[in-house]
Each structure stands twice: as C-alpha cells, then as structure tokens.
C-alpha cells in the first residue's frame, strides 16, 4: 500500500521533473498563439498579420493599375485573407470542436460572407485589421505574463554540492533532501534550505518583492532543521535568489519541483485562470447576448424583402452590424485586467490566488489582524521571572525551562531561550509527557510532581478560585506595560510568575496608518493573549479594537461578526493557527508566506515578505484594478453602442467596422497592462 502510494509519488515527480526541464517555457505560454508554428515563435501571428496586410495592399494596387489583369488582384486578395484568416481559422475551428462558441467564429463568417459576394478586397481588409488587432492584443496579454517568468527564470540549473570531500557539478533535478550544496559569491542559489555555513546578504526580490538584500548566517542547529517554514529569514535561503558577495554552504530542504519558487509559478498560472467576480457577469452576459446578435444579424440579411435594396447590400450590413455588435473588447476587458494585476502583485512578493480576491480586496473595509507574529515580530523574550514566597527564582526557573522545553509555543521559545541564560551552568532535570490547554497553557510532570504554567483562566478552572490577589495584582501591573505574564503552578503550590515581552514589528505603525488613509474604518487585534496586552499594544500602533483572550473559535465570531457589520473583511494572520478566522473572511492573507506551504494553500493572498508594508500596495492596486476593469467596460460596451447604430444605418461601413471593434479590443488590453506599471 505505502509502497504503491510511494511508487506514484516517485512517478508524479519524475513528470514533473520532464516538463520542469524542457517546458519551462511552453507552460507559461499556455493559452497563447501556438508559439512552434512554421518556427516563427510566438510573434508569427503578428508576422501573419502584416503579411496579410501587404497582400491586400498590393490587391489594391493592382486593383486601380489598368494594365494588369483583374484576377490577379483577386488573388493578391486571398493571399491576403489567407495569411489573416488562418490563425482565426484555427481559433474558431478548436473551439467549434469543443462545443464552444468563440468570437473569431463571427470574423471568420463576415469574411466568409464578403467571399460569397465576391467582394475579395473587403474579405481581405476584413481578416488583415482583426489579425493585426489580435496579434497585437495577444502581444501584449504576452507582455504581462513575461513580466512575471522572468523572475522565474533564475534557479540555476546545476548545483555545486559537496560528495566525500569533493566539490562536483550535478542537476537541480538530482538534488535530495539532506544534501549540501555551495553557493558562490553573486551566484543564483540553486535550493531552499537552511543556511549552515558562511554569511553573506541575499536579493529575495524575486520572491519576497524586497529591494534590500536579507542577511544570512548559519543556524547553529542545523542538523536537526528540517522544515524551512519553522526557521528565521536570516537562517534559510531560497532557490531562484540571488546570493551577495560572501560564499555560502546550504543544507538542501525541498527537491527543486518542490521550492517555494516552483509552488509560486504554479500557483500564479493557477491564478490567472480564475474568473473574477466581474468576468462571471459578462460571460453570462455573453451567453444571451451573442445568439442575440445572431438573431439580428440573420433578420438584416433579410432586409432586401422590405427595403428597396439588393439582397447584395443587405448582406454586406449584416454583416457590418455583426463585427460592431461582436463583444471582443468585453471578453477580454476583465481578464486583461486580473492577469495584469496579478502579474505585479507577484513582482512585489504578493501572491493573489485569482480574479475574485483582486476584486475584493479593494472593498474590505475592516481588516483583523492575528497578534503574535503579524503585527509583532513574534519572537517573545523573557523579561520577568518573580519567585513568590520561599521558592528561589532559580528554582522557578529551572521548573519553568524544563516544562517549556517541551512546547512550541513562541512564548515557550523565550522563557527557554531567556532562563537558560540567567541559570548558566545549572543543571536542569528533564520535564515529560507535555500536555497543551488551548489557550490557557501547559501541564507536564517534572522531578515526579505535576507542573501547570499559563494564564488565570487556567488556574481558575484548575482551582476552582480565583487566583491569590498578590499574583493577580502582579501580574496586572505588568500586564498594562505589555508583558505577557504566565503563572507557574507546581503540584499545589503557585511557584511565582514569569513575564515575556513581544514587540511589535517596526512597520507596523506605519503600515496601519497608510491604511486607515485609505479609508480602513475599523482595524481589528485578535489574540489569545491577556486583554491588557492586547491593548498595551494595540495603543503604540494605531489598532481601533483590541480583543483579547479569544479562542480559536472566538476569532471566527468576530469576523461574522464583523462581516455583518461592516461587509467585506480581511482577516491577516499566518495561515497556521488562524486558519479558520481566515477561511471565514472575505478575503484571507497570509503573512510570511514564503518556506511555508500551508500559508501558501490556505490564503487567498500571500505577502511572501516576512513584512507587513505589502498590504496598502496590495488594496491600491486591487482598486486601481477595479477601477480599470470598470473603464474597460465602458469602453468596450460603449464601442458597440456607438457602432451599431452606425452600421444599421449605413452611415459607416464594413472597414470602419473593424477598425473600431479591434481598436476597442487593443484599447481595453493596453488599458489593463497599466497596471503592470502600477506604484502605491
Ligand atoms: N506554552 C505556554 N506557556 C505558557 N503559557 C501559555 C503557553 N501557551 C499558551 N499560553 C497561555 O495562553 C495564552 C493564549 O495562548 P494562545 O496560543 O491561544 O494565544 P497566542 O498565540 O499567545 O496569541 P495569538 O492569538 O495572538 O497568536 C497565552 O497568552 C499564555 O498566557
Ligand atoms: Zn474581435
């Protein structure tokens, strides 16, 4: 069984492997032009194009020369409408055999229909201009998504790793887990792994959207580090990054289809093929509108039966009126716009998984934060251990290490990390079988007692009574200052209490006041910790309501609650403890996504940056991207409005036509690539 499920596995990577080597390329130019027609690359629809162009150009000319013979401006012509028609050709041809009814079907028919009244020229004309038009419109959909793999395309496909003293040369693909590979000075880092020997600064811009330059230096630990996601920045690497000017050694973390990078492409293709909330309205727009259309445009070929007209002009209207009434710009209004918008989030290091999050997280009004590690930095430090009675703080330590030695809580890490420093050489017995109260604390056995270090709540309910006013008013005093204070309680006796203090992250000050600019009313602190702390710390930052001593399910009611209140809500957190809070809101982020794969899955958007400061720049562009789809279809809608009448009513023709269509086709691209371009 576990083989078989291994053997699948082994299989799965070696695929992905395959197509990680040799279509790095082909995958991000999915959906487009086939690129490998004739060898002319990815342009050779625009080649086509203007091909096309000078064939009709020379049927003109030859046209209006008297001296040469008639057909062979015909032919010219075809020439003509064979180099535009065939890529269309190919489009509508696919789509018919999916079942599906694509746009390039009605081009095809109007040219078709101007064949039939011989008008080659106007068949030539025709397919030339909605060539050219989506040439260039694919042209610059392309320009969007090379702006994002060119980041993508830094993982070096060798790594120098060490073998039995050697230094040898091997494929990223051959990398496993456990390995260790050196990195040279300015070279591209060729893994993610933990950093065990060597210091030098590394550009994660690729990944993290930061300009500066992270420093990096060994985890003393190392050999026991085996999940990138529990390790600091300054400890891990990631491949596709660019290493500064000191020589590194890497312990390899994840095989190379399994980097953080490799998650990142695949899920930024993902999300640019997820439909937005808008385009799920046009597209059922579309659905009544084009047999709309078609309905007309058959009733107008029948005109000649009541107009005093041949059957010949009546034809040629209907056919106007079809490619000004055919919605070209509108289908690509909207998804234009989320693949531009989703392209830069990514150049800056946020992840947004798709149309629907772009779309809403420009209307969050309410954002709730998770405390620990989001809006502080996370990493708690012992700041008080105060002994009541006769018991040495010695002892009140030791007992405090040694449980905490057995949890994963970041408060744990600080009373261990801060009480082995004042104990020095003391010997400390081990604690065993750690048992965690959510919320409350931690009970384990210790030198044959039992031991309980937490919050009241805990001892209240362990006790029955409240716990004794010294110990209370204690740890009120410190409380207020922003220290987290824990009780420490052996068998019967309340040993004393320990404090540790969390910082908030320097940027977070700054961040919540460029938010609550941008017109954020209520900005949310959701926290396990004491209610005093909570609000400690909520004052130095520009926090509106600081709530505190919530459990887990606690945190998912305040985000019904504020979504009844206020609509849409972000809930910020970091995708591991919080992640129901973050299911439940409109729009969950994860902070410090990158290493960490659960962030990355769970969240609608990622910050890849350990850092708060991507969020104003992540809302401004979702609005500006709103924005943007919406003058998308103004345009494009506003074009049909305009050209229809027009074409109805003879005042233009089939030339004209065209040229307004596919220029409100190229309009509305070139308006959404402005957000590739898009600065807070
Ligand atoms: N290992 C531990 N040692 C001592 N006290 C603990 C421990 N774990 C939890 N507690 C107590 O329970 C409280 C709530 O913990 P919980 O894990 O729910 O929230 P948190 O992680 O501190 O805060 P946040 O919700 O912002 O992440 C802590 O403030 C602390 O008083
Ligand atoms: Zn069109």
Redesign the pocket.
């Given at each position: 069984m576990n083989n078989n499920t291994e053997d699948i596995q082994s299989k799965e990577n070696l695929e992905s492997n395959i197509s990680h080597k040799n279509n790095r390329k082909a995958q991000l130019s999915q959906n487009q032009v086939p690129s490998g027609f004739l060898g002319l690359g990815e342009n050779t629809e625009l080649y086509f194009a203007i091909l096309s162009g000078v064939f009709w150009m020379l049927g003109v000319v030859f046209y209006f020369s008297i001296s040469a013979p008639q057909n062979i401006s015909t032919i010219l012509y075809i020439t003509g409408a064979f180099f535009g028609g065939i890529f269309t050709f190919q489009t509508a041809g696919k789509a018919l055999l999916q079942g599906e009814f694509a746009i390039d079907f009605l081009m095809l028919f109007a040219a078709v229909g101007a064949a039939i009244l011989e008008k080659w020229g106007e068949a030539s004309l025709l397919l030339f201009l909605f060539s050219l038009g989506h040439a260039l419109e694919h042209h610059a959909m392309n320009r969007a998504k090379k702006s994002i793999s060119a980041l993508y395309n830094l993982t070096p496909p060798l790594a120098l790793i060490q073998r039995k003293g050697e230094l040898i040369e091997i494929h990223i693909d051959e990398l496993e887990v456990g390995n260790i590979i050196v990195v040279k000075p300015n070279s591209n880092i060729a893994a993610d792994g933990v950093v065990i020997k060597g210091s030098s600064a590394v550009d994660q811009a690729n990944i993290t959207g930061e300009s500066l330059p992270i420093a990096k230096h060994p985890n003393e630990n190392w050999q026991n580090e085996n999940d990138i996601s529990k390790l600091l920045p300054e400890h891990r690497v990631f491949a596709g990054t660019i290493n500064g000017s000191g020589a590194l050694e890497v312990k390899v973390l994840k095989k190379a289809q399994d980097s953080t990078l490799a998650r990142l492409i695949k899920l930024v293709k993902e999300a640019e093929e997820q439909k937005s909330p808008t385009q799920h309205l046009t597209d059922k727009f579309e659905k009544y509108y084009v047999p709309s259309v078609l309905v007309v445009v058959v009733l107008l070929m029948f005109a000649f039966l009541v107009l005093d007209e041949a059957f010949q002009d009546s034809f040629y209207r209907a056919m106007s009126v079809l490619i000004a009434a055919s919605p070209c710009a509108l289908a690509i209004s909207t998804p234009s716009a989320v693949l531009a918008g989703i392209a830069r989030a990514a150049r800056q290091g946020v992840l947004i998984k798709g149309g629907r999050p772009l779309e809403d997280l420009g209307e969050i009004r309410a954002i709730a934060f998770?405390?620990?590690?989001?809006l502080?930095e996370g990493r708690p430090i012992l700041t008080h251990a105060i002994p009541f009675g006769k018991i040495t703080k010695s002892h009140l330590l030791k007992v405090a290490v040694s449980v905490?030695a057995l949890?994963d809580?970041?408060?744990?890490a600080a009373?261990v990390i801060g009480g082995k420093k004042e104990l020095g050489d003391t010997p400390i017995p081990k604690a065993e079988n750690l048992k965690?109260?959510?919320?409350?604390?931690?009970k384990a056995y210790w030198e044959g007692s039992v031991v309980h270090?937490?919050?009241r709540?805990?001892f209240e309910e362990l006790t029955g009574a409240d716990v004794p006013e010294i110990i209370d008013s204690k740890m009120q005093e410190l409380e207020e200052e922003g220290h987290?204070?824990?009780i420490i309680h052996q068998d019967n006796e309340y040993l004393g209490i320990i404090a540790a203090m969390d910082i908030a992250r320097p940027e977070a000050a700054a961040t919540l006041d460029a938010l609550k600019k941008m017109g954020i009313k209520r900005m949310v602190?959701?926290?396990?910790?004491?209610q005093k702390?909570a609000v400690a710390i909520a004052k130095s930052i520009g926090i509106t309501d600081p709530l505190g001593?919530?459990?887990?399910e606690d945190?998912v009611n305040v985000i019904d609650q504020l979504k009844q209140e206020l609509g849409n809500v972000a809930m910020v957190g970091d995708g591991v403890?919080?992640a129901p809070a973050m299911a439940r809101s409109t729009v969950g982020i994860a902070m410090g996504a990158a290493g960490s794969d659960v962030a990355l899955e769970t969240a609608d958007i990622a910050l890849m940056a350990d850092r708060l400061d991507n969020l104003p720049f992540a809302i401004g562009l979702s609005r500006k991207a709103k924005q943007i789809i919406k003058q998308n279809l103004i345009i494009s809608l506003g074009m049909v409005v305009l050209l229809v009448p027009l074409t109805i009513t003879g005042t233009i023709a089939i030339g004209p036509a065209v040229v307004g269509h596919e220029g409100s086709t190229l309009l509305v691209v070139l308006n959404a690539l402005r957000l590739l371009k898009y600065k807070i």
């Open positions: 998770d405390k620990t590690g989001t502080t905490e949890s809580h970041p408060l744990a009373i965690s109260l959510t919320a409350r604390g931690i270090i937490g919050n709540r805990l987290t204070s824990m602190m959701l926290t396990g910790d004491n702390v001593s919530l459990f887990p945190k403890n919080d």
